[in-house]
């Protein structure tokens, strides 16, 4: 049984929930979800241009998380544009927990949630 997913601070919400191609209508387009935790990655890294690191501590995780995460937003963006899907932007239901108090997380040694919490 996996362990806990630690909460991911996630500092921005879209306005809109949809990104599809033009001239085609939503029902007729294969949908890709994008998360809040892979669209705040995509913001922190892309947009405000940070690196890694300095993004990973920004959201409460580690690193290699945040490579994972960016990763795979970067993925699907680029499979929606290329093979014409439409983008799905999944608002976060409410705002994470400072990684401080973030319950059911045990923590993972080297980074990422940084309360305390007993290592995997």
């Known amino acids: 049984m996996p362990r806990p997913r630690c909460p991911r601070q996630v500092a921005f919400s879209p306005s809109v929930t949809y990104f599809k191609p ?8 294969e949908e890709l979800v994008l998360r809040p935790d892979e669209l705040e990655s995509l913001r922190l890294a892309d947009l405000e241009g940070l690196y890694q690191e300095a993004a ?17 937003a970067r ?7 290329v093979n014409g899907r439409a983008i799905r932007l999944e608002r976060a239901e409410t ?4 990684p401080e108090t973030a319950p059911g997380c045990r923590g993972h040694g080297g980074g990422g949630c940084r309360h305390g919490g007993r290592p995997a």
């Open 95 to 98: 705002a994470a927990e400072p």
């Open 75 to 81: 993925r699907k963006v680029a499979d929606a544009l």
């Open 56 to 72: 990973a501590e920004r959201m409460g995780i580690s690193r290699p998380t945040f490579a994972r995460l960016v990763e795979t």
């Open 22 to 29: 033009a001239g085609i209508p939503l029902r007729e387009l």
